[in-house]
């Protein structure tokens, strides 16, 4: 079993308290007025490991500047993985690229993508991680292709099926979880993921434990009924 990394996404407005822990913070800094963005990402791209995200608004964020601001602003960080839109891939610089420090986000909100669609996008990502968020309909699709892609992609329901979202995380081996206020839809409050991910932990070390035993095996080894 893949025990996921838990990513909490902040909308964050200002160097205000945020929660620190065993997880990566995901810094949505769309939700920050367009000036304020730049002086703000030094500040975070001074601690290694942190998430820098600019969410066009299209694709479910709040940002309306330019592709060209956005991209020279990332240029210019050291320390930080950057989240930045699929469709931006040919503005993006070959040194972001070349040091394994991205991830390429594609967000359809209206459905599923087939599994070409997925196939080229993962081919055509230049050694970058893809993150793709569906609206899943159909949660055996989803986890074929998730396992298919495993270690390349990132797969996230946005639906707003919670179970959804935990299963491809199970998988994906990444659950994006939220901080005061859902970045997307779906999200669970990152303190509900982190009791989850401890508990699941705990069962793991000490699954022998938790045999129910034969009598109960037997107990329930039928079809089931109903009325």
């Not at 081919?123 to 159909?138: H, L, R, T, Y």
């Not at 949660?139 to 707003?160: M, P, Q, W, Y």
Request: charged share 30%.
């Amino acid at each position: 079993m893949i025990i996921p990394k838990i990513i909490v996404s902040v909308p964050f407005t200002g160097m205000k308290y945020h929660p620190r822990g065993d997880f990566i913070t995901e810094f949505r800094m769309d939700f920050l007025k367009d000036e304020l963005i730049p002086d703000y990402i030094k500040k975070i791209d001074s601690v290694k490991g942190n998430i820098i995200t600019i969410r066009d608004r299209e694709e479910g964020g709040k940002y309306k500047g330019s592709t060209e601001d956005k991209i020279t602003w990332m240029e210019k960080t050291e320390n930080s993985i950057l989240d930045i839109e699929m469709k931006h891939i040919d503005k993006i610089p070959e040194r972001l690229i070349s040091q394994g420090r991205t991830i390429l986000s594609y967000h359809r909100f209206n459905g599923m993508m087939s599994r070409k669609e997925i196939g080229d996008m993962v081919n055509s990502s230049e050694g970058s991680i893809v993150k793709i968020a569906m609206n899943v309909k159909d949660i055996n699709f989803a986890t074929r292709i998730a396992d298919e892609f495993r270690g390349n992609a990132i797969f996230v329901d946005i639906s707003g099926n919670v179970v959804n979202r935990l299963i491809l995380s199970f998988i994906s081996g990444v659950l994006y979880t939220y901080y005061r206020e859902k970045t997307g839809p779906g999200q669970i409050d990152y303190r509900t993921a982190i009791k989850l991910i401890s508990s699941i932990k705990s069962v793991e070390r000490n699954r022998i434990n938790y045999d129910c035993g034969t009598n109960i095996m037997k107990l329930f080894d039928h079809k089931g009924g109903g009325i």
